[in-house]
């Protein structure tokens, strides 16, 4: 059974750091893009970064320089590493799978909050 | 690329025909995806490449349009599809989403 778990979510304050993981089973994430979406309620869903099956990346605007994808195929695990954190950051942030030349995100992970606020 | 979804809620009666429309700032070819929310859930694919239905998805629901004008449609509404909608556009990166429909039961 495919299945997605985030994790590293919590409170932080404005500046600060935080590594976000998503723990993929029943697949492997190095063969699949695998990307990061997040939720609030006034933006909607924002895709943030996804990295690619060979291991490229790419951001979006609001988040390159300050957010990094990575992953560790011997965990099967993707990352966000989230620096610079500031207030407009607070939100659910989900991982997804896009599969290789899938043209689409067919699984989810139930999300992790990140609040950022002094 | 831009997606406008309209309209951004709706209210309807289980049995209700509805449609929601998505366009694109510029051309997306088919590379269109829907996906329902419900409260407390992550969102779940319905439709992809604008029109194919996504395995185990009951056929009431259906997608069309290519380029820059996409529909969903629900052709008989159920209990369980009072939900919120959302397209994606996976032309190119950065894969962008509509804003969302809200599907009420009136």
């Known amino acids: 059974e495919v299945q997605l778990v985030e994790s590293g979510g919590g409170l932080i304050q404005p500046g600060g750091s935080l590594r976000l993981s998503c723990a993929a089973s029943?697949?492997?994430?190095?063969?699949?893009?695998m990307s990061w979406v997040r939720q609030t309620p006034e933006k909607g869903l924002e895709w943030l970064s996804v990295i690619y099956s060979r291991g490229g990346t790419y951001y979006a605007d609001s988040v390159k320089g300050r957010f990094t994808i990575s992953r560790d195929d011997s965990n099967n695990t993707v990352y966000l590493q989230m620096n610079s954190l500031t207030t407009e950051d607070t939100a659910l942030y989900y991982c997804?799978?896009?599969?290789?030349?899938?043209?689409?995100?067919?699984?989810w992970g139930q999300g992790t909050l990140v609040t950022v606020s002094s | 690329i831009q997606l406008t979804q309209f309209p951004s809620s709706l209210s309807a009666s289980a049995g209700d025909r509805v449609t929601i429309t998505c366009r694109a700032s510029q051309g997306i070819s088919s590379y269109l995806a829907w996906y329902q929310q419900k409260p407390g859930k992550a969102p779940k694919l319905l439709i992809y490449d604008a029109s194919t239905l996504h395995s185990g998805v009951p056929s009431r629901f259906s997608g069309s349009g290519s380029g820059r004008e996409f529909t969903l449609t629900i052709s008989s509404l159920q209990p369980e599809d009072f939900a919120t909608y959302y397209c994606?556009?996976?032309?190119?990166?950065?894969?962008?989403f509509g804003q969302g429909t809200k599907l009420e039961i009136k």
């Open positions: 994606q556009q996976l032309n190119s990166y950065p894969r962008t």
């Open positions: 029943g697949f492997t994430v190095r063969s699949n893009f």
């Open positions: 997804a799978r896009e599969g290789d030349g899938a043209w689409f995100f067919d699984y």
